[in-house]
């Protein structure tokens, strides 16, 4: 292969990432957005801002996103643990490299499992850290039917977290 294949078979892949990684942050934006107003439908009225699901209940359980939710409020934390069976939390800080290093495991967990992953910045939020026991970063809480039922502390590997959410959805 020449120089000029490669460098071209390199732009291609390059173009594909590219493509492929805009077209997960228009997906992941999208989700916000269909969160946000659910979650702002809820605390307005008291209702669902859908009126329940495609399924016609609303007594339904509440659909499970697809990547993690960025906790706002300890409000917003209290019903994503009331609304859902199973709810990893991810206590972090920006500054924390383990932290970051942890994030595409974090993510790919929210996407596969049907746990819901919450995620909680301990800067931002430090009462709601401080409830949690959060006392080192990362920490990660497994809710299971608004009771936590599992904690780890520091950077964990996936297979002990989703034991963890798979022992919860048991």
């Given at each position: 292969?020449?120089?000029?294949?490669?460098?071209?078979a390199d732009e291609a892949g390059t173009e594909r990432e590219g493509s492929r990684s805009s077209e997960r942050e228009r997906i992941r934006e999208r989700k916000r957005e269909e969160l946000r107003a659910r979650l702002e439908g809820a605390s307005n009225d008291g209702s669902d801002a859908g009126g329940g699901d495609e399924r016609g209940g609303a007594d339904d359980e509440t659909e499970t996103p697809t990547e993690p939710?960025?906790?706002?409020?300890?409000?917003e934390f209290q019903r994503l643990v009331a609304d859902h069976d199973v709810v990893l939390v991810d206590c972090y800080a920006d500054w924390c490299g383990p932290c970051q290093m942890m994030e595409p495991t974090v993510e790919s967990l929210a996407a596969e499992t049907d746990a819901v992953v919450a995620k909680v910045d301990v800067d931002g939020l430090p009462g709601l850290a401080q409830?949690?026991?959060?006392?080192?970063?990362?920490?990660?809480?497994?809710?299971?039917?608004?009771?936590?039922?599992?904690?780890?502390v520091g950077a964990q590997d996936r297979a002990a977290l989703e034991t963890a959410i798979a022992s919860g959805a048991a």
């Open positions: 292969m020449s120089e000029a294949d490669r460098e071209g939710v960025e906790v706002e409020s300890a409000e409830q949690l026991g959060a006392r080192g970063v990362p920490t990660f809480i497994v809710y299971a039917n608004g009771e936590p039922v599992d904690r780890f």
